[in-house]
């Protein structure tokens, strides 16, 4: 059965590239627009893993990743940060929410595969 990934992003194109890269390696995708949009798809969706950004409209990565570490059917689903940010101080408080790993933009299509690969097993 295949892995299904979520990938969360506000923006349209870095959406379409995640999807196109996971689609092409095999793995189904769920598209959210923004933290809340990810969360309302979440609640009747199984995804194995989540890919999200860490700067959005509505609800920001933190705060996604806290709202399904509160969640005791999601709590160890892999969420790994795919943004901008390169500082130590905010993979620091992504580690401390609960994010599993992070890439930063851009990526190239084979590291984001190798890692979705290497999270999922």
Known sequence: MNKTVMTVDDSASVRQMVSFTLQGAGYGVVE?????????????????????????????????????????????????????????????EGKEAGATGWIVKPFRPDQLVAVVKKVLG
């Open 32 to 92: 959210a627009v923004d933290g809340r949009d990810a969360l309302n798809k979440l609640a009747g969706q199984k995804v194995d893993m989540m890919i999200v950004d860490l700067n959005m409209p509505n609800l920001d990565g933190l705060g996604v990743i806290r709202a399904v570490r509160a969640n005791p059917q999601h709590k160890f689903t892999p969420i790994v940060m795919l943004t901008t940010e390169s500082q130590p101080a905010k993979k620091q």
